[in-house]
């Protein structure tokens, strides 16, 4: 299980608020909530696999209308321990069901699904992580959806 709280990208969308200030929402904004397995090869210490599901979510600071920019994350990871506290990783990011709902106040965009590449690197189970993805929308425009954040992710063991 992880969380995740990630800044970048591009600006998809401008909200003005009645009191005249704004808020933009980024491609590559967002607080990440994340579940997942994580596989270990037998006499390979050294070396984990994890794939993991979530839910990736930004919205705006308007108490009467609720914009928000959502998308699932799907993420395939290789992580390398150094130290039995320290570890560096990278896999694939693939973003599904990406969407930008405004009621009214911005226009809604649909976006085809994506995928980059995401570095990581932790200790205890604190860590950085960098991820390379393309947004484009219905219309065709490119959007670059790159993030840099930090995470905590911590693991259960079943067996």
Known sequence: MGYSLEMGGEEIAEVEFENGDTQTVRSGQGGSMAFGAEAQIPNIDFLMFQATAGIKYVTNQAENANIRLTRFPLEFM???A???DLSIGGG???HTDI???GENLVEQ???DNAAGPVLEAAYK???LRYSNLNYTDQYGDK???SALGFYYKFTFNVM
């Open 143 to 145: 959007y670059d959806a």
């Open 82 to 84: 150094i130290t039995p």
């Open 109 to 111: 965009k649909k976006f």
């Open 99 to 101: 969407n930008l709902k």
């Open 78 to 80: 290789a992580h390398f």
């Open 92 to 94: 694939l990011s693939y």
């Open 125 to 127: 189970g604190f860590g």
